[in-house]
């Protein structure tokens, strides 16, 4: 049962303040996380799947590879993460 299932009532209602629902944890859904968290408010990210991706969670082809560079699938927005994170393959695959 996640957090929020666990602060709601009876009544259907959380005693948790929400500014902002993202529903889905894709490519747009995790920017819009780090730009409303950016901005000060409470937010919660809804996702169907066991993890985050979006399209390349729920597809995926085992051996394939990507015709561009690794870094151009980077989440950009963040100089933070674009700066700490190694890629191990040039070219990534499934």
Known sequence: MSNLQ????QNGKSSEKIDVII?????????MLYRVRELGMTVRIIEAAD???GTWYWNRYPGA???IESL???YSFSDTLRE????????LYT
């Open 72 to 74: 151009h699938y980077s």
């Open 23 to 31: 529903v889905g944890a894709g490519f747009s859904g995790l920017y």
């Open 51 to 53: 993890g985050v991706g």
């Open 84 to 91: 700490e994170w190694h890629w191990s393959e040039r070219y």
């Open 65 to 67: 590879r990507c015709d």
């Open 6 to 9: 666990e602060k709601l009532n």
